[in-house]
DNA sequence: CAGTGGTCTAGACCACTGG
DNA sequence: CAGTGGTCTAGACCACTGC
């Protein structure tokens, strides 16, 4: 039998839509707002089932339901025999979970061996569609970094630029983000986000089209001007739907492309 | 207490890897193969989780778990107090499922709007190309459909051709498939496939690139030469990981785009 | 009202990890 | 070995649908 400190949902005829949530729902909000809290930290084990069902008063099952959701939403892994985790951007599988270009002719590996070239890195107010789309007020600052990824060539020659990134992200999360930061820093971005800022990203969603190169990023990529580019318009989203990331990257896709599952 | 008839796990030091799969794996895998084997039909109702546990001898949890597996992976779609449905290409929610368009300016809706326009539909040997990709022994027969999608324009001017597509899809597989058949046809292509031919889409991998707009394919998307178009070229699949179709789309990507969730 | 899926519990046992 | 997550069962009750 359920404790009291839940929702109870035979609350009368109060409202005529009672928002009936499960136990399991409850808990899951629970344990987000304990993640959102910082009270683990990504990579740390969360407590056993048992130990959750005695704290929340619920059975282990109900534990479990909450779990399982928050594992297949990526906010949690599970590994047998040693405990649940909070998930990370730094475990080999999950390093460019949000990369989506692979090589050509390849063994379906994701884009990990890319080399970075940061270009920029400042501090400005934010654009009024960049502040828009992070849900900024207007004028409130942002940091910009611009950087390209190279893919080594085989013969000895020159790295071939591949994707041009223009990255935005609110000021007030990322207060000691500059450029020696960034080039100090060996691993992917959103780790460094997770490590050094505790911005961890939970979901995105992409726009992409096809664009002509132009200017300053056809000579960025080295391709003539009016090359097809593929463009992909990120937003991305920490606990809670809070936007935290806009990214606009330019992929030079004659040699790459960009993989899709459908399910 | 399990009865014979399933794969016993403790068959003792046989094997180095006993290859140990749960009970709700093998029901599962029961119940797939009674969708492969066409028992219950796209849009009827499957027995309900009790027949099912009684008849596979397990408890309703068992075949609850198996339910739900196979619910994430849209193969059936619970409905309370109603019971378990054969998922189908046929309802609002996901007649579109694998189109990704979107308008640029829009109510976040996939793209359903859109009108059809048959170009070509004909019977030939598969290319080299498209046998290897669709599993098909060298000239095996295969049906080509190219086709257009167009918005159509609120100031009553011509409708804008947005995607031009190229299906190859498996001469064995599609015996009846014509231009009238698929001129007479009100609804969703997989719509079709599946009412009239048994053939269900059951999940899809594309890859997308950037490409310039060439010769014929200009002409029918009435854009001019060298326009940046993406192309999606998406590989389908049937239950089995069977490949079914291979399809190559050019999107005219200024109005619309390409939307992706990342998780 | 009966029948369906959805939630919650309690307990037993299995598979895996690490000391 | 103890501790973790993973499976399976049995039963009670709730929410929703349609007759």
Chains 1, 2 share one sequence.
Not at 19 to 45: D, N
Not at 248 to 257: E, I, K, N, V, W
Request: aromatic content about 6%; some cysteine.
């Amino acid at each position: 039998m359920p404790e009291a400190s839940f929702t109870q949902n035979a609350t009368g005829p109060v409202e005529a839509a009672p928002a009936f949530s499960p136990l399991y729902q409850q808990i899951k909000a629970l344990l987000v707002g304990s993640l959102r809290a910082g009270e683990w930290q990504p990579g740390q084990a969360i407590p056993s089932e048992v130990d959750l069902a005695a704290r929340y008063k619920v059975s282990q099952g109900t534990v479990r339901k909450a779990i399982d959701e928050m594992a297949t939403d990526n906010l949690l892994v599970r590994r047998q025999g040693k405990g649940t985790f909070v998930a990370t951007h730094a475990e080999a599988g999950t390093q460019y979970r949000f990369l989506r270009l692979a090589p050509d002719a390849s063994p379906m590996g994701a884009g990990g061996g890319l080399q970075r070239r940061l270009l920029d890195c400042r501090r400005m107010r934010a654009p009024a569609e960049v502040a828009r789309l992070l849900a900024l007020k207007a004028g409130e600052p942002a940091v910009q970094v611009r950087r390209l990824l190279l893919a080594p060539l085989a013969e000895g020659g020159e790295p071939a630029p591949v994707v041009l990134d223009d990255i935005w992200l609110p000021g007030a999360l990322f207060k000691g983000l500059t450029a020696e930061r960034l080039m100090a820093w060996r691993g992917a971005m959103y780790r460094l986000f997770e490590a050094e800022f505790s911005v961890r990203m939970i979901r995105a969603v992409e726009k992409l089209r096809a664009v002509a190169a132009a200017g300053e990023d056809a000579g960025l990529l080295a391709v003539p001007e009016g090359t097809p580019l593929l463009s992909v318009e990120r937003l991305s989203f920490t606990y809670g739907d809070q936007p935290v990331e806009l990214r606009r990257g330019l992929y030079h896709t004659q040699g790459h492309h960009y993989r899709n599952e459908l399910n």
